[in-house]
């Protein structure tokens, strides 16, 4: 009869941990507290690390909003500036839902929307990237909308070959491609070598141009050129990340990790700052003449001459 009762009392004892354990841990990323999509997968500080500079960068455009409508709607707006200022918002918002969802790595039930959301936002952003490199080959020599029409083809053409060859990858093969908690397969780093490998191989030729006899086909602005840099340099580690990782190294994932999360949260603001920021300090130059002029018409400084 004793040996009944303890039997008993353990049973009890090991029984609400056996039921917890099998209702919060039953599937990755399903974890408990109102935080868990911020800590889970990754961990709390990658998670940070790509959602706050998404967030403020959206404020930041929220805030310039009403100001940048105005100014591109005064009537000397460059088109592919119109254009690219309404790419941007499109992929801050991708990007910034990108950066939120980052517990959904981890969850087998929304792979499919993660790849979706993954394909859609890196394709963006890609196309922000092409864009701008086919406007710097261009140099000086094309304007208006013929510089847009052969941009945007360039873009759209490297754009839907990489897209085509991603959606095979994921969902055709079924290689986690978007997965980058996981090293995945040796497929999946092969492809992030050769795409890694373009990226940065076209950087460097145009570094090489500037400073060879061609300097004078690219855009003269320093800006230009600085943002080049950043982007191979980026772009080099990146290489090098997925290099290691194919070779089993485990530092790769880190170093591959930590370019992902530089390439999330500052590309979107370094290319405003390097593209359209100074478009826009130019108009308000532009809107403050306009008001001067209008103002004088007017006869509003006419009493500093009495």
Known sequence: MPRRLLEG???LAVAPDAANSSGSGAAPGSGSGPLWWVSDCHGAWYSLAVM???????????????RSFRRLSYGRSHVLVVAYYALLWAVALLNLLWCFLQAWQCMPDRAFSWNVLSLFTKSGMLFLEVSLIAFLLQGNEASGYESLGRTFVISGAVVSADVLLKTIYVFGFGVPLFIDADQGTGGKWGLWILHKLVLT????????MH??????????????????????ALNGLSLFGCFLIACGAGFG???????TVCYHALYLPLLYVTFLADFFQEEDMLLENVYYSEMKD?????????
């Open 9 to 11: 009392a353990m049973a």
């Open 52 to 66: 706050l500079p998404s967030l403020a960068f959206v404020g930041f455009l929220a805030w310039q909003a009403r």
């Open 201 to 208: 191989g076209v950087y460097g030729l145009i570094v090489f």
């Open 211 to 232: 400073h060879s006899r061609w300097k004078d086909r690219l855009p003269a602005k320093p800006a230009y050129y600085q943002y080049v840099c950043a982007m191979l």
């Open 253 to 259: 994932l880190w170093l591959y990790n930590l370019t």
């Open 298 to 306: 007017a006869g509003f400084f006419d009493a500093d001459w009495d």
